[in-house]
């Protein structure tokens, strides 16, 4: 049994900061990776950050890239997603994951477990 459990989020000024934080529990020697994924309202859930489980490769949406910063700690079974320079845009419920599926970081298919979601509000 695998459960992630995502916190961090809120309401945020443009130009702001926030740090998710996903903490997974159970079978996590399995995961290949962890990705941070995202829905707006009225919008599909799209692919914000991914990082994989043993070897630290991170990957990005290009709407974040430079702005956003995955990283994990093995030891406490936690992966962060430090979201800098927000904009309008970002506001959404942002979903960790954990995926064993070797389909592609980026790739929602590839994922296996979701967490409940944290919604992220950026507004002035």
């Known amino acids: 049994q695998v459960q992630l459990v995502e916190s961090g989020g809120g309401l945020v000024q443009p130009g702001g900061s926030l740090r998710l934080s996903c903490a997974a529990s159970g079978f996590t020697f399995s995961f290949l990776y962890i990705g941070w994924f995202r829905q707006a309202p009225g919008k599909e859930r799209e692919f914000v950050a991914g990082i994989y489980w043993s070897g630290g490769l991170t990957y990005y949406t290009d709407s974040v890239k430079g702005r956003f910063t995955i990283s994990r700690d093995n030891a406490k079974n936690a992966v962060q997603l430090q979201m800098n320079s927000l904009k309008l845009e970002d506001t959404a419920v942002y979903y960790c994951?954990?995926?064993?599926?070797?389909?592609?970081?980026?790739?929602?298919?590839?994922?296996?477990?979701w967490g409940q979601g944290t919604q992220v509000t950026v507004s002035s």
């Open positions: 994951a954990a995926g064993t599926k070797p389909m592609g970081v980026m790739n929602s298919s590839s994922y296996n477990y």
